[in-house]
DNA sequence: TTAAGTGCAAATATTTTGCAATGAG
DNA sequence: CTCATTGCAAAATATTTGCACTTAA
């Protein structure tokens, strides 16, 4: 499936929804650094493109692709959102470890298939049962990284 | 395992922490109402039995017993962190719905079992390969609940 | 006795909102 | 043209910190 701009702008028609410059450069941004990006992130590398841009612009556009179901945004519990565009392609599904001392966050796909599996049949019993709309998963499993493990003391 | 006020009581001492009446009552308020509640909902509990309590002493006791490993601690995306004690028993254990549009949080506990088993292993490979010593792991299907579903046009 | 724990008030940090100006279609 | 979108400044929220007082051990 394409994603180019053609397809983004479409899509964001269909919503309702006009493309615009800072959109279109938000994409682009989201899509060139794949990873769990804060929306200062985002601001950071939007800013370096088109200085004009503000924060509000960034909140209201995440808002919209999260409701488009282009974006996942998650918290690990740092005090942040975090977004990251949603792939369809495989090899890019990945899940996170989360330091819960320093915050680091190490992507993983070992078991990606079994994962996959059991997710794709949680997904629809969990969707039937509950009726209930399914966009994305996130699985985190929290403790300390390699350098907390043998600092922290607490 | 039992966890009653004794075992509480050494554990905090081991960690080099005294056990105080705040603490004692955060303690109770956590396991006798199990699931995900945020900083002030404990607040408002622990308000009734202990007037004196100031939001401050919860988020430190909190973050105490999530370094001690007895409480996780969750964000689902709006806006403020959740907490649970960390169960035992896999009768307790369970994964989350959250809606997106509304906030509203379903536990499930449906192929748990399946689920277990497949992230004993990943446990397991996980910490190896990264060093990562892994306290717990949290589970979540975002998406748009019964109401929303229909509700919702954006 | 004394270091750890507490509550308050103030400080931070993130996200949201009101509003006048701008720009896409 | 017209209405959605934008950026700024201000507001709303959640969480953290400084500090003097209190308390468990």
Chains 1, 2 share one sequence.
């Not at 919503?15 to 899509?31: A, H």
């Not at 974006?71 to 996170?96: A, M, N, Q, T």
């Not at 330091?99 to 794709?120: A, H, M, P, S």
Request: with cysteine; net charge positive.
């Amino acid at each position: 499936m394409g994603r180019g701009p053609r397809w983004c702008h479409a899509r964001f028609r269909n919503f309702g929804y006009k493309m615009t410059q800072p959109r279109e450069i938000i994409l682009d941004v989201l899509s060139r650094t794949k990873k769990h990006l804060s929306a200062e992130d985002i601001y950071i590398e939007v800013y370096k493109i088109y200085p004009g841009i503000g924060l509000t612009t960034i909140y209201r556009t995440l808002d919209i692709l999260t409701n488009m179901e282009m974006v996942s945004r998650y918290d690990f519990g740092d005090g942040r959102s975090r977004y990251e565009l949603i792939s369809d392609k495989k090899s890019e599904h990945h899940h996170h470890l989360i330091c819960l001392n320093c915050g680091k966050i190490i992507d993983y796909n070992d078991y990606i298939d079994e994962e996959t599996k059991l997710f794709d049949k949680l997904e629809k019993v969990l969707s039937e049962k509950h009726n209930f709309k399914i966009n994305y998963h996130h699985v985190g499993f929290y403790g300390l990284c390699d350098k907390c493990k043998s600092t922290t003391s607490s």
